[in-house]
Nanobody
Framework: QVQLVETGGGLVQPGGSLRLSCAAS??????MGWYRQAPGKQRELVAR???????RYADSVKGRFTISRDNAKNTVYLQMNSLKPEDTAFYYC?????????????WGQGTQVTVSS
């Protein structure tokens, strides 16, 4: 069983930046990524990355968020810039699987990101 531990959430003002990290307890040779869920809404994809560095983003975050990974550290990152109030959500790390549109089997416990003045 792979454990995923997220860090880096918090409160930030609109226009600010945050960096999320997610460390896996074992090697992940497949997709890693981030999903988010806002109150009253369904969980949605934010970004995913494969082991070679290919990426996909939700349209709502393109140009503002950057996903990256360090395979040697089994860690995936999400750099979030120009944050907006609508980015407020619980952010979940996800790992596993090879189908871009289907989440992997492993989930972290989540970290809260709040964008507010």
């Amino acid at each position: 069983q792979v454990q995923l531990v997220e860090t880096g959430g918090g409160l930030v003002q609109p226009g600010g930046s945050l960096r999320l990290s997610c460390a896996a307890s074992a090697n992940i040779f497949s997709l890693m990524g981030w999903y988010r869920q806002a109150p009253g809404k369904q969980r949605e994809l934010v970004a995913r990355i494969d082991s070679a560095g290919a990426t996909r983003y939700a349209d709502s975050v393109k140009g503002r968020f950057t996903i990256s990974r360090d395979n040697a550290k089994n860690t995936v990152y999400l750099q979030m810039n120009s944050l907006k109030p609508e980015d407020t959500a619980f952010y979940y790390c996800n790992a596993g699987g090879n189908i871009w549109i289907t989440p992997g089997n492993y989930w972290g416990q989540g970290t809260q990101v709040t964008v507010s003045s």
